[in-house]
């Protein structure tokens, strides 16, 4: 990531945190785009994925990608389709890239009518996203990791953070987790403890508290995020709890930084998707206003993606308006946090175009 971090800090930003911001593809070759996610692999590229077709949920829905290269971003492409055997085609959803510490980068996403009946696949790239193998049904009611990136713990095991929906009895929303030690082959599905008066929950980010403890936080209808914890590397979890953040019913995701950091990319809002976020933690539980990566009124930023690359720097990709894929780049060592007390945002944090 040298070289592209050498291209990434000669472009001008407002806040000195901010080392780039622009659009990964412009114009759209198609009308609409939707969830995005972002990957380094081995090789030091950036891969971004995002699901894109006439409108979410349309039949011709499928998964896209660009890559990171010389500087630039590369045309985007479909990567898979929902074409059934029978030749019937459903929407494709939420694509997730990850690249193991070995193996191949993997590429997991959701095909199906709605989020109440879709199922996960996986494909895997031997050439660092430039070519893919077939696409291969996850077993049973494993769904892949839902919308955010899994972790891989210190014995390889891979986490993901997962969901479902449309479920009864109450709460129909319902986060669970996901194990594999054989890098997505076979998978344990581990349930969280949710009763009746738990928040409805869907997307979990996962964040590493320090030797076996992790915590999970993510999306609700109850106005706020969610947050759990684990003691024994993600084998149980606790009952979901509400943070004093907003959350509109959108989708977000955390990363934890090489200096033991966290940071949570947001709508900081209970109603509407816009402003988008940029919140940092030390133990997860009390958050910081860091950054305004967006804010416009009655415009959507939405269902971002953060990641940290070798080289320190943190990328953001986010759907801009359902019309194209932004890509943000910050230098965490930058970043000048204030305090939100009972998680009310600063107006001294604003966004600066």
Known sequence: MAAVLGVLSSAFAADPAVLRSEF???PNPVP???ATTIVETRDGTLVAAWFAGTAEGK??????SARYSG???SAPVELANGVQPQGQREPCWNPVLFQPREGGLLLFYKVGPSPSTWWGLLRTSADSGRSWGAPV???????GPIKNKPVQLADGTLLSGSSLEGLTPPPN????FERSSDLGKTWEFIKVPQSETSPPAIQPSILFLGGDKLMALGRTRSQQVFA???ADSGKTWSEPTLLKLPNPNSGTDAVTLKDGRHLLVYNHTGKGRSPLNLALSRDGMHWDAALVLENEERAEFSYPAIIQTSDGMVHITYTWKRKLVKHVVVDPGKLSPRAMPDGQWPAEVVFVP
């Open 24 to 26: 990964i593809f412009e």
């Open 32 to 34: 609409s785009c939707h």
């Open 59 to 64: 039949p011709d829905v499928g998964i896209w």
């Open 71 to 73: 500087g630039r971003w």
């Open 137 to 143: 049904r996850l077993p049973g009611k494993i769904q």
């Open 173 to 176: 929303w319902q986060i669970h």
């Open 228 to 230: 759990t914890q684990s």
